[in-house]
């Protein structure tokens, strides 16, 4: 199986931006954590992070025919990126939407999700462990 891990605006800010939300772990260990989990799981992996919308949008378009499965963090475009759920929608790779905050818990505007109309299932709240749960999920039902 080969996994597109994707990463939004400021997330490669993390260990810096708003631990009390976020943690205190870096994106360096972020990407150190997904690597050794996905390399123990024997699943291929590759990890793309951007602060542009249309930077994601030609990851996403790009793993057409290439990958079996996207976990993405879109960031604060979860709640503004018409075009992010449209690239998810074409490709047509079954996508789990991931958060390292609980934002159902947070701002009322955090509230909405345009890219969880495209995606097999969402995982908040749980820290980046919610990457890993992600992949599990992928993997499990391929």
């Given amino acids: 199986m080969k996994l597109l891990v994707i990463n939004g605006p400021n997330l490669n800010m993390l260990g810096i931006r708003e631990p009390d939300h976020y943690g205190k772990e870096t994106y360096a260990d972020l990407v150190s954590k997904i690597k050794s989990y996905c390399e123990h799981k ?3 992996v590759e990890l793309y992070q951007s602060n542009h919308e ?7 378009q790009k793993a057409y025919g290439v990958f079996d499965g996207i976990v993405i963090n879109p960031g604060a475009y979860t709640h503004t990126s018409i075009a992010i759920l449209d690239a998810v929608k074409s490709v ?3 996508t789990v939407e991931v958060h390292i905050s609980k ?9 909405i999700s345009y890219i969880r109309l495209a995606c097999v299932k969402t995982i908040t709240g749980h820290g980046t462990d919610g990457y890993l749960e992600a992949i599990d999920f992928l993997t499990e039902n391929k």
């Fill in 92 to 94: 047509n790779i079954p």
């Fill in 54 to 60: 249309g930077d994601l949008v030609d990851a996403i």
């Fill in 103 to 111: 934002v159902e818990e947070r701002e009322e505007f955090r509230q």
């Fill in 42 to 44: 024997s699943v291929s």
